[in-house]
């Protein structure tokens, strides 16, 4: 009895919320369109679908968007392959359920951004093996031998772990080289085996280059709060004088870049990571550490069909998955040419020894 | 000590920068308060703000543009608290817990819409810091003081005007009586309706400005989560601060100081758990309040809804 | 007389029931309009929602998993409110529970029922202590409650990081090692048995307030606390009972989640947002432990249907948010009206003789909403 009385609710509550939500449309329709370009329905065929699921956003300017841009290089690649709007902001609590909504849907490749999902995802794995065979998994940043006990079964997971060693061994080269104070920095979004594992190699790599480098770190910055980036960054720049930094935590490297730029982009640099930033939009960007998922090999296995087993796909030098970016003006020809014969050393595994960096990490 | 004296100066700076969201949104919280609404939904406004001041910024390239849309932005989310509160007679807590919830998802959501796959969105730009010669020469204190961003100086120049107006103007004065004791303020002539509504617009744009702060003057990107607790901090300063605007600015400026040495510590001790530093500016909120936060200041009739038909 | 006060009564009762359900419409609705807007099809979204939440017995038992944590913030709310306590620190309490409970586990290195019991009960009381400690500051220096909690909620994030960082870390991971599988809830019917017993804990809370001299006190403090202290009511007794209560229901959930749900651990975002949810849950259940139970269910089925939705028809998560969010401002907007003008509505239905008007009386709203 009551049903015209709601709508009528009904239609003005919607014209206040139609109002709102007009309002963020033409917003975005002046700033640029929303992401249309993936889960193309229009292709009929049978195409391969993949899904990423990520904690943040594909623009956070690190970890997510680093592997968006890996999955859309993929994409490029493969001809039969299609992806799905990437699930972004996924809470822990909804992690699991996130990966069962495209398990329903027969998506053959999930990626998972972070160790964190390897933990998450325990159960939605075992019961996919069953129901749904055709489906895999992809967790990156994940070692299966200490992070999945929690598996009963691996056949349809794998992982990608990049060479961390060769990743900080680049940053570190880099930051030996152009620094002028024999200081340098590093700020970790969380303490995880592979932040320090980066670090270790970083200190060491400059160390190398430049002996008498000293270096300042936090890992426990987070991956949000810009203005905690700048404020230590500036504290380093005072107390030590800092001139050169690296960052493995997405927007808080954002933060560390004001201070950098604060303090005078021609003498304080950054080498950003995992995505390559060097433009004019960021005067402090000298050089970026560039990482490649590899999920261009996690769809070829698929396709060969001999994906699976818990194996783990090593990014690295040698395939691609890591790599240095493009440099910024501020890095003499000299410099560059140099960076560039290390780099061969450090791709071919001669530059480190595991006793230099084990000494760094006995440190930490 | 050395540490300590080594690290002041930049403890110095990051308690301005601390310290000014903070103080903002507190000075809206303490019109509302002072008309009696007891709004915890700063930590959405905030948000809101932050976000809107840095799309708008963005798009126009004018950042003032988008601090002066921020602030209506606030002002609109700050209504829906408003007309609950004010004209339903809603409980005040629920209504701020309400906006909590709604505001930031709203944001989250015109930030997809903005930016979506679009890195090119991703990063605006910040406000110039702007040194005042020769004041900015003083040492230890003259660049945290004299070398900030003009909203900044904005911020603790409507310090003392509010102070003022709440001591001397009627207006002010007005407002005060709201808060005290709304059915007597009525018998006055006072409206109190609408000074309750006018308290609400401050409050957003105060709060607005304060989030904007955050994505316009500290770091030229919008995230989730942005706000990272400060609407509550502000809300626990105004009670710290004794409902007045200098007190506010004081105990805006001592947590800053307590986030400033938070983050020197963690910069310093790198190996030690860094958690325990984190800490500290809660710790120190609670531990003020223990000390200072006074149960008989405050306006009287704060937190109640008023029903006209009640007179 | 009596007749028509019954009338009344009845009549309001059924508005708020009606309200919140009304509240939910409105929100799918205009959920449904801004999916539109995106150009995907709300009918698709939704049905991917139901699909998602309860569309199989699994589903359905992931729902209530997902709903377990919420049910017991959700009751802590409820508890406090009850008592007029602003207890907003169910996060922290959550998460204190918790972290106490694996650090019983892991310190003692027990395994069997006798880590399950005993972490179940360290859970409780170190969510009751977490309670207790800013009921000490209202008690004692007055301190407002709101702020306190929130602030103690900071701080139990931040020393859970320490457990599951430096305590018990597993091999050096942000984790900490998993509960033994021994010690882990029991499952059933495809979720874990600490879903009966969040249950059992609404029944028992109802029976508590609305049945005993106990909960007659603390209402009674809710309502009134001066007239509570005249007469004789251990007012400030009670209001700390109501704060360590509270507390424990919440770090009853803490222990709950850890040992009955995946990955059993302790990580980072471990009890993040629960805490703000229940109380929304509180508020929209009208402080009824029995309504708080339905509601949390509800929740459960936004976000696990939710995200099965979004993936579906590829939305941003944040519109769920959205709607949760109108949810709750329609819900508490809407009673306050139902009550605003009782007196009014009141005298109305004794002039015009007019029970059972119900809906029309819902029908101001909209003005009102807009003025």
């Not at chain 2, 809660?282 to 008989?296: E, K, M, N, P």
């Not at chain 3, 399950?116 to 009960?121: A, F």
């Not at chain 3, 941003?316 to 508490?332: K, Q």
Request: aromatic share 8%; with cysteine; charged share 15%.
């Amino acid at each position: 009895m009551s049903n015209s009385k709601f709508n009528k609710n009904v239609t003005r509550r919607s014209a206040m919320g139609l109002c709102l939500g007009a309002a963020s449309i033409a917003l975005a329709g002046c700033g640029g369109s929303p992401s249309s370009d993936a889960g193309g329905s229009s292709s009929g065929s049978a195409k391969r679908k993949v899904a990423m699921i990520m904690s943040g956003t594909i623009t956070d300017g690190g970890w997510d968007q680093g592997h968006y841009e890996s999955l859309k290089k993929a994409i490029e690649s493969h001809d039969g392959w299609e992806m799905l709007e990437p699930k972004e902001n996924t809470a822990d609590a909804d992690a699991a359920t996130a990966a069962q909504s495209y398990v329903d849907q027969d998506v053959d490749l999930i990626v998972g951004n972070g160790n964190q999902f390897a933990s998450d995802w325990a159960e939605v794995v075992a019961s996919a093996i069953e129901d749904h065979p055709n489906v895999h998994f992809l967790i990156t940043n994940t070692d299966p031998k200490s992070e999945m006990a929690d598996y009963a079964n691996l056949d349809n997971v794998e992982t990608v772990l990049p060479d961390f060693t060769q990743t900080g061994a680049l940053a570190g080269v880099v930051a030996g080289l152009m620094t002028a104070t024999k200081s340098i920095g590093f700020i970790g979004g969380m303490k995880l085996p592979s932040t320090e594992a980066k670090y270790a190699a970083y200190l060491a790599a400059a160390q190398k280059v430049n002996p008498g480098v000293t270096g300042q770190y936090n890992f426990e910055a987070g991956f949000t709060d810009a203005s905690l980036g700048t404020k230590l960054t500036e504290n380093w720049i005072n107390s030590n004088n800092v001139d050169v930094m690296w960052g493995d935590a997405s927007a808080v490297d954002n933060g560390s870049r004001q201070a950098l730029a604060a303090a005078g982009a021609d003498t304080h640099f950054d080498i950003a990571q995992p995505i390559d930033i060097v433009g004019d939009d960021q005067p402090t960007v000298i050089t970026s550490t560039v990482t490649n998922w590899k999920i261009d090999q996690a769809m070829d296995e698929i396709e060969k069909g001999s994906f699976g087993k818990g194996n783990t796909i090593v990014a690295n030098m040698d395939n691609g998955g890591v790599a240095l970016g493009k440099f910024s003006d501020k890095v003499p020809q000299d410099i560059q040419a140099k960076i560039g014969e290390y780099a061969d050393q450090i791709k071919a595994g001669s530059f480190l020894t595991d006793a230099e960096i084990d000494a760094i990490k006995k440190t930490l | 000590m050395d540490f300590f004296m080594a690290s002041l100066p930049t403890i110095l700076s990051a308690t301005t920068l601390s310290a000014v969201p903070i103080l903002l949104a507190a000075l809206g919280e303490l019109f509302s308060e002072r008309a009696g609404l007891v709004n915890i939904g700063l930590e959405g406004i905030m948000a809101v703000g932050a976000f809107v001041a840095f799309a708008v910024g963005k798009m126009t390239g004018n950042l003032w543009l988008g601090l002066v849309a921020a602030m209506a932005a606030g002002v609109l989310v700050n209504m829906i608290y408003g007309l609950c509160t004010v004209t339903l007679c809603c409980d005040q807590v629920v209504c701020g817990m309400a906006i909590n919830i709604l505001a930031p998802a709203l944001a989250l959501f015109g930030y997809n819409l903005f930016v979506g796959s679009n890195s090119a969105n991703a990063t605006g730009s910040l406000m110039p810091h702007i040194q005042i010669p020769l004041l900015s020469q003083i040492p230890l204190l003259g660049d945290p003081v004299f070398g900030q961003q003009l909203l900044a100086y904005l911020a603790f120049i409507l310090v003392p005007l509010i102070g003022y107006f709440f001591r001397n103007f009627r207006g002010g004065l007005s407002f005060r009586s709201v808060g005290e004791n709304p059915q007597a303020a009525e018998t006055l002539g006072i409206n109190v309706v609408r000074i309750k509504y006018a308290a609400c617009v401050a409050c957003g744009v105060l709060a607005g400005a304060g989030g904007a702060f955050l994505s316009i003057c500290t770091t030229p990107i919008y995230i989730d989560g942005i706000v990272m607790g400060r609407g509550f901090i502000a809300l626990a300063t105004v009670i710290f601060g004794r409902w007045s605007a200098l007190g506010i600015m004081a105990a805006s400026l001592l947590f800053g100081f307590f986030d400033g040495l938070n983050v020197a510590l963690q910069a310093q001790f790198n190996a030690s758990p860094v958690m325990f530093f984190k800490m500290i500016p809660y710790a120190f909120t609670i531990v003020a309040l223990v000390f200072f936060g006074s149960r008989r200041a405050g306006p009287k009739a704060n937190g109640q809804p008023y029903y006209r038909e009640s007179r | 007389m009596a007749r028509k006060l019954d009338a009344q009564e009845s009549r309001e009762r059924t508005l708020m029931i009606l309200t919140p359900v009304v509240s939910v419409l409105l929100a799918l609705i205009i959920g449904a309009v801004i999916i539109a807007a995106l150009g995907k099809s709300p009918l698709q979204g939704y049905a991917a929602m139901l699909q998602g939440s309860l569309g199989t017995p699994a589903k359905l038992a992931k729902t209530l998993e997902r709903a377990c944590p919420l049910i017991f913030t959700g009751l802590c709310a409820v508890f406090a409110y009850k008592c007029g306590v602003f207890n907003l620190g169910g996060e922290g309490q959550f998460i204190m529970g918790g972290c106490v409970c694996a650090s019983t586990i892991f310190g003692l290195h027990l395994s069997g029922p006798a880590g399950l019991v005993l972490g179940l009960v360290a859970g409780i009381v170190a969510g009751g202590v977490w309670g207790l400690l800013p009921g000490v500051l209202k008690i004692t220096r007055g301190l407002n409650e709101m702020i306190t909690t929130i602030m103690f909620n900071y701080i139990a994030m931040y020393f859970m990081e320490f457990v599951f960082k430096n305590l018990y870390s597993d091999n050096g991971l942000p984790k900490t090692v998993a509960v033994p599988d021994s010690s882990r809830l029991p499952g059933v019917l495809g979720t874990h048995v600490g879903v009966v017993l969040a249950i059992l804990l609404a029944i028992f809370l109802w029976y508590l307030i609305f049945r005993t001299s106990f909960g007659f006190k603390i209402r009674a403090v809710g309502m009134n606390p001066v007239a509570s202290k005249v007469s004789g009511f251990p007012v400030r007794r009670l209001v700390l009972l109501t704060f360590i209560m509270s507390g424990a229901i919440a770090g009853m959930g803490g222990a709950v989640e850890l040992m009955g749900k995946t990955p059993y651990r302790l990580a980072d975002g471990f009890g993040s947002g629960f805490g703000f949810d229940g109380v929304a849950i509180a508020l929209i259940a009208q402080l009824n432990p029995i309504a708080a139970l339905f509601v949390a269910i509800l929740f459960g089925v936004l976000s696990t249907g939710g995200t099965m939705m979004q993936s579906v028809i590829g939305v941003p998560t944040a519109i769920v948010d959205i709607i949760r969010g109108l949810i709750i401002i329609f819900a508490i907007a809407g009673m306050a009206f139902i009550k605003l003008p009782q007196i009014k509505s009141f005298i109305e239905s004794r002039l015009t003789g007019g029970a059972g008007k119900g809906a029309p009386a819902d029908t101001p709203k909209k003005t009102e909403v807009e003025a």
